[in-house]
């Protein structure tokens, strides 16, 4: 069985830009949760998808946001970027409830210029 | 607010002593809690959850709501379990919709 992936390992952009991250999350598994690791913050609650919508949102501003497709993939958009938005993302899927516990990705390592 | 702390951000022990990675969390409702651990270059995985009372890998933990803790333990430990260590909380209305709140984590390093 696949586990969770993440596109693309590392990803380089100048502040202002745009970035998009992508997950696919274990075949069966509806829920789809973004963390973001920073250096020194630990794993931050991003954001949480399931069937299809946003049900929950950490402590971010607007300008990161995201989808999520039929198929249960996600997508990770960060507009505007700045430079405290480097970081490794992860992505973790899960049953209908994270009650049982997330599986991760090995994440996206962002870099801001 | 939820909230998990880790004390320690760094703990060495010696091969076949005993470990105790300490949790403490704060939440008004009854959380799950969640031991998540990341070997070197590997991904975050589950270690062990609470409510399943089970032991991983010699691992195991206890809730403890009068302490509001989660302390993870082993009573021998081995070069192998040379890792970070997170602890994890789920609140919410059920079907983690608050997301998990992680610790800063623990790095536990077996000395030989």
């Known amino acids: 069985e696949a586990g969770v992936t993440q596109s693309p390992t590392h990803l380089i952009k100048t502040r202002g830009q745009q970035a998009t991250l992508r997950c696919s999350p274990i075949?069966?598994?509806?829920?789809v949760y973004w963390y973001q690791q920073a250096l020194g913050l630990g794993l931050q609650f991003l954001l949480w998808y399931d069937e299809g919508e946003e049900r929950n949102r950490g402590n971010f501003p607007p300008r990161f946001s995201g989808r999520q497709f039929p198929n249960y993939s996600s997508e990770l958009n960060v507009n505007a970027l700045e430079l405290e938005d480097s970081a490794l993302y992860l992505c973790?899927?899960?049953?209908?409830?994270?009650?049982?516990?997330?599986?991760f990705g090995s994440g996206t390592r962002l870099t801001v210029v | 607010a939820q909230r998990v702390t880790q004390p320690e951000k760094l703990l060495s022990v010696f091969k076949g002593a005993p470990v105790e990675l300490k949790c403490n969390y704060s939440?008004?409702?009854?959380?799950?809690l969640f031991w998540y651990v990341q070997y070197s270059r590997q991904r975050l995985q589950l270690l062990l959850r609470?409510?399943s009372r089970e032991s991983i890998k010699g691992f195991t933990a206890d809730l403890n709501k009068g302490e509001t803790s989660f302390h993870l333990k082993k009573p021998f430990a081995q070069e192998e379990d040379s890792a970070m260590y997170y602890c994890?909380?789920?609140?919410?209305?059920?079907?983690?919709?608050?997301?998990?709140?992680f610790g800063k984590g623990t790095h536990l390093i077996i000395q030989p």
């Open positions: 994890a909380l789920s609140g919410g209305s059920g079907g983690g919709a608050d997301g998990l709140t």
């Open positions: 973790a899927s899960s049953p209908w409830t994270g009650r049982i516990g997330y599986t």
């Open positions: 939440y008004s409702g009854s959380p799950e």
């Open positions: 075949s069966g598994h509806t829920s």
């Open positions: 609470h409510i």
